[in-house]
């Protein structure tokens, strides 16, 4: 039943990758204009060198063409000896294209970044889960207490401050000033020291301060949602029914509540799944972190259509695998819910 | 009163200054590829100049072995320099590869593959190279003619039109062959006389045929060399490159021109740029060097105030600058058609003002196109412009731009003096500039109105080919040579030129072209003096201010180098960390 299910699932989110490919093709490629990725703007570069390096990229065929190259089709068919000439590979034949700028496999480039990606993503999810639980849970239990307004107050700020500007408080804090005080400080830049750097202990080292800005945000959020979610369920039926039966309160709200208020909670961190790609972007150019999101900020102002399209589908692909991963821990946590 | 509090006092004014400077804008600016510098017109090859430039040589003993970290802004693009536009990645290649010659400190050939100048036939066609011999590649190969042959092909030969060199045009268009004479001699010949030929186009790294030679031109542009060149000739050879992280290198001991003194040398690659001081603070990176990791110019006082670094200061070979719509067909040209009002303009315009306000005193106000290091630079370039609001008046008085009775803004025949001015939209020296060419050009009865535009979509377009505009401000990067051709000769004004002015006149179009026709240095600078001259009188597109790199050192890092022309790391070598480690 279940497999089933994940098939249908799999085959509905074909039209999904066309469509999502389609249009980040077409906004890339209508913003890029006449440029040429990787070439700088600069009058000992002629007219003519700009065109012929076009022409060799394959950017001066028209949009549909170019959208197919990328996928691959037309040397796809010629292999099949459909068409003939000589088409360039796509994205369907591995590799996730190859980068304007630099001419190497966008999966490279992806491939090298994810696990810093995921180390300080990762982390600062847990981080917001394990903190933002039992924030939401003492907020609904308390409501209306000082503990709730100040958590209340908690989460406006984490939703109103930048996180750009609240990396920079913690860099001059924590590294510059506490560096200058003799203090022990932490590093403000990189996922591990240049020199001789790299080992679990300078790693971690590097991760506290990305991972608490990163997760300041989730934190913010998920606690919220977890109080107005807990607060929900505790007005429940079921939950007065496990009280009137003399169900001692802590279990009520530990087994019976929190279960229940949990069900959107995965939803939204469901949803987060693709940031675990690209979604500490920002952290990740303060702190100098070698990871996706950086990547794909720097090589969109390239218009470097290859590697942010690369970057799309990868993203793409992560968010269909997130949402059905999400459905799927529904009916772990909510046995209602049944797969047809 | 103490100094003390004082200097405090001015830390805590620039901490705000800075505070201010982080506007979500300004640090989406710093999200971008080549960060500020991608807001520049780039000139080819990018380099400092000697204004206050030097050496930080001292008389610590040199200790050899130990490690440096540099940061890098922007992350490197590619190690093959036949493909590369960008500083960044030829700042790390010029670690690696070397070419046929850098340039000096005062804007000079210096050889480093070539064993000394090229010698010039006597119709200045030709240019006979003499190769060091001896010098291997770091495989244990001989660097020879053939590789510089090889190199020179992928840029201009036809046959290897695939490869996606943006240096084929210009090449092209002046090279007629490069062929190896013998194992050790390689002959260019050109197709005309072209004085900055030598200086614009024999400082490339070499690439080693032996490794490259077999591919085709489309392999070319993907090969693995491109991102790992394992193979190389410089002072340091190539030992990793973590993507977004940081790119490693080691030294060479078998560098023909003696082996570096450090071990390794590390690139360590930032996401922004106003994270490079807070670094060399801590200590996570020894060196900010302008153009790849520079110090933010409103962080120059609180640099200079930290005891464990060292702060350099100096003019770069760029410059910011206004132009004006000269095309008779463009309605623009109604108001800047007359020179005198042009001249009047610059008159009304408080420079120094600007260089204090907007770019932190480091910036040097500019009485000429040519950066103040340069051989043909005319310090006495006259006149200087110095600000003269009275005079600005009285000169548009004259033109018959009157001012109405009640002030206001200046009309002759009925047309107001307003125009529009635009900038790239991001770049927030270039966004207050304007605000402030507003004001000051209101004070004598002239309305401009900012407009910020899309770097690439408008400005660009704007500049060198559809021309729709009143007047633009853009900034500028020349090669070391002092040709200013790009700018100022009017076969430049056709589409794809950067005359975007339209600024047609005869005299100056011969003085260029003679200027680049011999190759007699004392004539060029004669004519370049010429050049300065009838730009300080036309004022086509004047220029506002040279601004600053800045520099910043650790303290143990010794025997550094810095000025206009040193572009290419020849000095790398020399330094060393007083702590060797």
């Known amino acids: ?340 | 009163m103490s100094g003390d509090a004082d200097a405090e006092d001015k830390g805590f004014e620039q901490f705000e200054q800075f505070l201010d400077e982080w506007s979500r804008r300004d640090f989406l600016r710093n999200l971008g590829v080549g960060t500020a510098y991608l807001a520049f017109l780039a000139g080819g090859l990018e380099f400092l100049e000697a204004c206050g430039g030097g050496s930080t040589t001292t008389t610590v003993n040199v200790k050899e072995g130990g490690h440096v970290v540099e940061s890098s802004v922007s992350d490197l693009k590619n190690f093959n320099a036949v493909l590369t536009t960008d500083y960044t990645s030829d700042q790390m290649i010029s670690m690696i590869n070397d070419g046929l010659y850098t340039i000096d400190a005062t804007g000079n050939l210096y050889p480093l593959l070539a064993k000394e100048k090229p010698q010039i036939s006597s119709d200045n066609l030709t240019y006979t190279i003499p190769l060091r011999q001896g010098v291997k590649w770091s495989d244990g190969q001989d660097l020879t003619a053939d590789d510089v042959v090889f190199t020179y092909q992928l840029m201009y030969d036809p046959q290897y039109a695939k490869v996606n060199s943006p240096r084929r045009g210009d090449l092209s268009k002046y090279v007629s062959s490069v062929t190896a004479k013998d194992k050790y001699t390689v002959v260019f010949t050109t197709k005309t006389v072209y004085a900055p030929f030598a200086i614009s186009h024999m400082l490339y790294a070499i690439l080693p045929k032996h490794v490259l030679g077999s591919l085709s031109p489309d392999d070319i542009n993907t090969a693995p060399y491109n991102s790992a060149p394992t193979v190389s000739s410089g002072a340091f050879t190539f030992t990793k490159w973590d993507k977004g992280s940081q790119v490693t290198l080691t030294k060479n001991p078998k560098y023909y021109r003696g082996a570096p003194h450090l071990d390794s040398y590390i690139f360590k690659i930032g996401g922004a740029s106003t994270q490079v001081l807070n670094q060399l603070k801590t200590g996570e990176i020894d060196v900010g060097f302008p153009g790849i990791g520079a110090i933010d110019p409103s962080q120059y006082d609180s640099a200079k105030s930290v005891d464990s670094i060292n702060v350099y200061s100096y003019a770069r070979l760029s410059f910011d600058f206004i132009a004006f719509q000269l095309d008779p067909a463009k309605p623009a040209s109604k108001l800047f058609g007359d020179k005198t009002v042009r001249q009047a303009m610059v008159y009304a315009l408080d420079r120094a003002a600007i260089a204090h306000a907007l770019y932190f005193d480091q910036a040097t106000v500019a009485n000429t196109s040519m950066p103040p290091a340069s051989w043909a630079y005319n310090k006495d370039n006259t006149p200087a412009y110095n600000f003269d609001k009275a005079k600005a008046q009285s000169m548009l008085d004259a033109a018959g731009w009157k001012a109405g009775s009640g002030g206001g803004t200046r009309q002759k025949d009925g047309v107001p003096f307003k125009f529009e001015m635009i900038t790239n939209a991001g770049n927030k020296v270039r966004e207050n500039l304007l605000v402030v060419l507003q004001q000051q050009w209101k004070d004598v009865g002239i309305d401009a109105t900012p407009k910020y535009v899309d770097f690439n979509k408008v400005l660009v377009p704007a500049i060198t080919d559809t021309r729709n505009f009143d007047m633009f401000m853009v900034g500028f990067i020349w090669n070391p040579d002092p040709d200013q051709s790009a700018l100022w000769h009017s076969r430049n004004a056709v589409a794809g030129g950067f005359n975007g002015m339209q600024y047609k006149n005869p005299d100056m179009d011969k003085v260029l072209d003679d200027a680049v026709a011999t190759l007699d240095q004392g004539k060029r600078k004669q004519l370049y003096f010429k050049m300065q001259q009838i730009l300080a009188e036309d004022q086509p597109a004047p220029i506002l201010t040279f601004p600053n790199g800045i520099l910043g050192l650790n303290k143990r890092v010794q025997n550094w180098q810095y000025g206009t022309f040193i572009g290419r790391r020849v000095f790398m070598k020399d330094v060393f960390v007083t702590d060797g480690k």
Do not use: C
């Open chain 1, 1 to 340: 039943m279940l497999a089933k299910y994940i098939l249908r699932r799999v085959l509905a989110s074909i039209p999904t990758f066309f469509g999502v490919t389609l249009v980040s093709y077409f906004l890339i490629w209508v913003t890029a204009g006449d440029i040429v990725p990787g070439v700088e703007i600069n009058p000992y570069i002629k007219k003519e060198d700009i065109d012929r390096i076009r022409h060799n990229l394959g950017l001066d065929q028209p949009f549909w063409i170019q959208y197919l190259n990328w996928l691959g089709l037309p040397n796809l068919a010629a292999q099949l000896h459909l068409i003939s000439g000589d088409w360039p590979k796509g994205i369907l034949e591995g590799e996730f294209g190859r980068s304007l700028i630099d001419g190497s496999p966008v999966i490279t480039h992806i491939l090298d970044r994810l696990p810093n990606t995921l180390e300080l993503t990762i982390t600062a999810i847990l981080l917001g889960v394990l903190i933002a639980i039992p924030l939401g849970v003492a907020g609904a239990l308390r409501r209306g207490s000082k503990i709730d307004h100040a958590l209340t107050a908690l989460s406006v700020a984490g939703v109103a401050v930048p996180s750009f500007w609240l990396a920079l408080m913690l860099i001059l804090l924590f590294s510059v000033q506490f560096e200058q005080w003799h203090l022990p400080w932490l590093p403000s830049g990189g996922a591990y020291s240049a020199y001789q750097g790299g080992d679990f202990l300078d790693r971690v080292l590097h991760l506290i301060m990305p991972a608490i800005v990163l997760s300041f945000g989730y934190l913010a959020i998920w606690s919220r949602f977890g109080r107005s979610s807990m607060l929900e369920v505790l007005s429940q039926d079921y939950v007065r029914t496990a009280r009137a039966k003399g169900m001692s309160e802590r279990r009520v709200v530990y087994l019976h509540a929190l279960r229940n208020a949990l069900i959107p909670l995965v939803t939204l961190v469901g949803l987060e799944l693709p940031s675990l790609v690209s979604g500490g972007a920002v952290v990740e150019i303060v702190f100098g972190w070698p990871g996706i999101g950086r990547f794909a900020l720097d090589r969109a102002f390239g218009h470097d259509y290859t590697a942010v399209m690369g970057i799309v589908t990868f993203a793409a692909l992560l968010v269909i695998a997130g949402n059905l991963l999400a459905d799927i821990l529904y009916a772990f946590l909510d046995p209602r819910i049944r797969y047809t």
